[in-house]
């Protein structure tokens, strides 16, 4: 059964726990369709065993929710089928040619070979890489290789994508370029889960919630945040919240 | 079914890729073939014999011709003194020598005892334990046939005839052939079925194939399709050199060979899969193979060291490595040439074995994914 809502993501009471350590500690929120949620938080926070959770990787030890209208405790294959998920650090095989990594992952999301082969003709055009189709994706840029990485995560038109840190190590140039694709998926209805280090990109996002250690210690859009926190951008709110948290360990 | 495909063809692509690790993969067995056949041989063949002993005493010239005449054997010098011994082994001019009593002939013809020194170069073992025996056994032939001429008529005498079933020419090839299979098909069915998942999990591609919807069980069995493959084409290999270069015989039934390997492989990429799940690196899981498993496979499996001269405790400990199961039912099947029936408790332990290392390579592999 699928519940068909206006939440892409819904989670109540989410706890994860390995062994004593409660990596994720009763976690609840929504990300509403079409919206572009950043999810932010210190190493260790929390951050990717719940992302793990969403994307059907892993179980969680407590709590309810549904990923894209299915259930995390149950219907995790289904979740697998409608979202998309890229990583900076690992998202194309290099040993394979730009077109081998399209076609593998055109097949592993069960795509007709008619269909992969309008995707590959109509992503490298839209890349401008119709040259490099038969160069090894290790050979490319950075920058090309995280945005044929993002056309591959979409490209069975999942309802979410989850990045994870998409835009580590790249110029500001290139990221810059990256966000109009996310804007660009975003505008076309797909809802965007993204996790990052930067700040800046943090006020890209609709609405951002920041976790430390295992809980969301702020949720809402970068500017009431800003407001509530007093703070001028999104790096002090971070190391204001992160900080407090900080405090309260040595207490 | 479409995804399974999918991902088949990109395992297959990632190993046909890698230029270096399949010529490896596919000289291996003809260098160890070639390693194990002429290299280590622990035949007798073309051994130098130094001799002491007087020359105009007509028993030891009738030993000597003996010897010389033997096709393995040949005679390459006579030393004056048996104290040059030593010297001979240590310029390695003679790989044994034998030493006549004094008055040997004298000796012999009255009260049939006489002394005869046979004396092997211990620094190889093996081989001088092989060149001393087969010298005896000439020695005792002349005998036999001193004890006829002597008395003129024959005595009761038994005189035990030694002959080795499957294998009368003791060829060495005889074992290690099969040692060899074990060998190759674990190596390539567990090493390198593990480094390759391993290698995933270190450059996290891994978790990039288990957020698809592929199911996780799928993508491991995609990722030990090529192997099974690669696996198929070095047993064919070995069999191939081992009946044609080697001239070992397939005595039994080639199919019931191909579903003992087909049985050990399973076993062998269960086992792979088991050490991937637990291994956090490639490195930790080359170790595991190297020292967990192929040093055992090549001491305990039979292939060196015979396992029933083994002290019992290490002999249990060689019930658990699968290719000594392996080995042990082609040794059947091909060189004794047995059907099902004598080489069933053997394919039943193998069975055994690779159903239980399925069961827990999966579930340890579907706990490590919660």
Same mark, same amino acid.
């Given at each position: ?251 | ?50 001799? %002491? ?135 390539? %069915? ?181």
């Amino acid at each position: 059964m699928r519940i068909m809502g206006n939440n892409a993501v819904e989670i109540k009471g989410l706890t994860k726990k390995f062994g004593n350590f409660t990596a994720v500690d009763n976690i609840s929120f929504e990300v509403r369709k079409g919206e572009i949620f950043g999810f932010l938080g210190a190493n260790g926070a929390g951050k990717t065993t719940a992302m793990r959770i969403l994307c059907g990787l892993s179980r969680p030890t407590s709590g309810e929710g549904t990923v894209a209208g299915y259930d995390i405790n149950t219907r995790q294959e289904e979740i697998k089928r409608h979202i998309g998920y890229m990583s900076q650090k690992f998202s194309l095989y290099p040993d394979l040619t730009v077109r081998e990594n399209i076609r593998l992952f055109g097949g592993i999301y069960g795509l007709r070979d008619r269909e992969i082969e309008e995707k590959t003709d109509a992503l490298l055009g839209l890349l401008e890489m119709r040259r490099e189709r038969d160069k090894f994706a290790g050979a490319l840029p950075l920058g090309w290789k995280q945005k044929l990485a993002f056309s591959i995560a979409m490209i069975h038109d999942p309802e979410l994508v989850f990045l994870d840190e998409p835009t580590g190590g790249v110029d500001p140039e290139t990221r810059r370029r990256f966000w109009e694709m996310i804007y660009e998926a975003s505008e076309s209805g797909t809802t965007v889960f993204v996790t990052t280090h930067y700040m800046d990109e943090a006020e890209y996002c609709d609405r951002v919630s920041v976790m430390t250690d295992g809980k969301i210690a702020a949720l809402g859009s970068p500017e009431d945040l800003k407001a509530s926190y007093g703070a001028a951008d999104m790096d002090e709110v971070f190391r204001t919240i992160v900080g407090r948290a900080g405090k309260e360990d040595r207490k | 079914m479409k995804e399974f495909a999918a991902s088949v063809v990109k395992e297959f692509r990632h190993i046909f890729r890698d230029k270096r690790t399949i010529l490896i993969t596919m000289a291996m067995p003809v260098v160890q073939i070639i390693l194990f056949g002429f290299a280590v041989s622990t035949e007798v063949n073309d051994v130098r014999v130094a001799f %002491c002993g007087d020359m105009s005493d007509p028993a030891v010239r009738s030993v000597v011709d003996r010897i010389d005449n033997n096709g393995y054997l040949r005679i390459v010098r006579r030393l004056s003194d048996p104290g040059e011994i030593t010297g001979v082994f240590r310029r390695d001019e003679a790989d044994a020598a034998v030493c006549f009593g004094r008055n040997f002939g004298g000796n012999l013809a009255p009260s049939g005892h006489a002394q005869i020194r046979i004396i092997g170069d211990g620094s190889d073992p093996n081989t001088a334990r092989m060149i001393t025996g087969y010298i005896k056994g000439v020695i005792q032939d002349e005998q036999g046939d001193a004890e006829v001429s002597f008395t003129g008529e024959r005595k009761a005498v038994m005189s035990p005839v030694v002959q080795l079933m499957y294998n009368p020419a003791m060829k060495s090839s005889y074992n290690f052939v099969p040692g060899v299979m074990g060998l190759i098909l674990m190596l390539i %069915c567990t090493m390198m079925t593990a480094v390759s998942i391993v290698r995933e999990k270190e450059t996290g591609t891994l978790e990039l194939l288990l957020v698809s919807p592929v199911r996780p069980l799928w993508i491991m069995l995609s990722k030990m399709m090529p192997y099974l493959f690669l696996s198929a084409v070095n047993f064919t290999t070995i069999l191939l050199l081992a009946h044609y270069v080697m001239k070992v015989p397939v005595n039994g039934s080639l199919f019931l060979l191909c579903v003992a390997a087909l049985d050990f492989v399973v076993t062998s990429l269960a086992l792979g899969l088991l050490i991937s799940v637990i291994s956090p690196n490639q490195k930790t899981a080359l170790l595991i193979c190297g020292m967990g498993l192929t040093m055992p496979t090549m001491i305990f499996s039979g292939i060196i060291f015979p396992c029933e001269s083994m002290p019992r405790v290490l002999q249990w400990f060689s019930d658990i490595i699968p290719a000594k199961w392996f080995i042990i039912i082609v040794k059947k099947i091909m060189i004794q040439g047995t059907g099902l029936a004598s080489a069933a408790r053997e394919m039943l332990i193998l069975t055994g074995m690779a159903a239980l290392l399925l069961a827990v390579s999966i579930k340890s592999f579907r706990t490590r994914l919660q």
